[in-house]
């Protein structure tokens, strides 16, 4: 005779079994404790295979595009590394309730990227565009009243396609 325990097969001789009601209680718990080590949660053992983290390829440096929109709020620029293509013009929103003065770096010089100082003093809710950056470089900008805050200064490199 044979039972199933564990998911072996335990092969019994007449002699070796006492009763058959001894018999049919092993396979009677055999089989409640199969039963019952398949119910629970439903939750699926972890395997223990390691896994593979996902391969991602790096993305590089930004590519410049066609102009930006810089929204100006009380706690900075909303974009402060920029990558545009010659041509192209920054649209600065003061989306603040305090008035903010934007120009070119460096302070109190502001020539670096002279297109950028038309954009000057934005009211709140005012929206201004640079006059268009032609010439490939980098160079800063910054709100003239928040001078050595970094959240109020930002540079835009002009890259060629």
């Known amino acids: 005779m044979a ?3 564990d998911g072996r097969i335990l092969q019994f001789t ?3 079994l006492p ?4 018999v049919a209680a092993v396979w009677a718990i055999g089989l409640v404790t199969t039963m019952i080590a398949g119910c629970g949660s439903g939750a699926v053992a972890p395997s223990s295979a390691p896994t593979t983290p996902a391969f991602s390829m790096p993305t590089g440096p930004p590519q410049p595009s066609n102009g930006a929109t810089i929204s100006v709020t ?3 620029f909303s974009a402060r590394d920029l990558h545009i ?5 920054l649209t600065f ?3 603040d309730i305090q008035p903010h003065d934007i120009m070119s770096d460096p302070f ?3 020539t670096d990227c002279p297109e950028i100082n038309v954009v000057g003093f934005l009211t709140p809710g005012q929206s201004r565009a640079s006059d268009p950056l032609n010439t ?4 800063g900008f910054h709100d003239h009243d928040h001078e050595g805050d970094e959240r109020f200064h930002g540079t835009v490199s002009v890259e060629a396609p």
């Open 19 to 22: 009763s058959c009601n001894f």
């Open 93 to 95: 929103v003061n989306s």
């Open 14 to 16: 007449a002699s070796a």
């Open 3 to 5: 039972a199933l325990q």
């Open 74 to 76: 009380s706690t900075g």
């Open 136 to 139: 490939i470089r980098t160079c």
């Open 85 to 89: 293509l010659p041509g192209s013009r």
């Open 108 to 110: 109190h010089v502001h």
